[in-house]
């Protein structure tokens, strides 16, 4: 059991989210926490770039108490780059990330204290993802997890979310990372440390649309392919080796069973067939070689996004 700390960070992007503002905040959030008495609970409001009176309903919950922060970004950098603002002025001893729709229950902070004061590090909500949905975007949940663990993404559990209770120590860690199109989820996961999860259904929206249309969450999909993993630098180059393997021994069959042993099949490989097997064979080169330059592009990814070689837990180590 760690020593409890009072204060706990709580972090919510919110954009264009008038209409469930007060609902959730007032008959939701703010009672759920009121019956935590162990704790006190800074709430940082994240205004992504908000066009409706969003930023009007915030600033009146800031001038009620100083519990209340407010943090206005420019413009609409997107939920991303909100959460890592939240995230870098937090100063709660643990960090709970929630979204302002009432999809995710409230009534479940409890149970993610709970696992936090037993130890674990990061305790993540886990969403029952295939319940909600359509068809299209049940199969397209579905194919994203699956790909995204066939790149060799080890670290993402199917289904969590961003509803999560992070650890001061892992909040410090995900602060030094630099990269700009960045997967919050992805990046703490792949951060280690000791992680629990805890499994939900997902809610109805109070009230209003979601900004994360199909066209931002495939956007996503696509970040979170590039930024996890560099597997699709280089798939393209394993499907050049098979057509350069295939099309040569195509052409060395042609010459020998057309020229060297004058056709005995019949099957007469006349010259835009034998030129169409060479085009194959010359495409097969060029993927080949397009992955070998993805390879260097692929370390100055890992490079240039400035990620620490290692990370210690300080908690598990002694004497250094």
Known sequence: MRILDPTISVVIPIHNEMEVLPEFLDKQLLPELDKIKNYKFEIIFVNDGSTDKSAEILMRYTEKSKRFKLISLSRNFGKEPALSAGLKYANGKA??????????????????????????????????????HGLVQKMGSKLFYWMLRRMGNRYTVPGSTDYRLIDRVVVDEFNKLSEHNRITRGLIDWLGFRQEHIEYTYGARIAGKPSYNLSKLFHLAIDSFISMSTTPLIIFGYIGVIITILSFLLGVFVIIQQYILGDPLGLYWNGAVQMAIFITFLIGLVLISQAISALYISHIHAETQGRPLYIIDKGKSKNL
């Open 95 to 132: 960090v709970l990330t929630i979204d302002a729709d009432g999809q995710q229950p409230p009534s479940l902070i409890p149970k993610f204290i709970s696992k936090w004061e037993a130890g674990a590090q990061i305790v993540t909500g886990v969403r029952d993802h295939f319940t909600k």
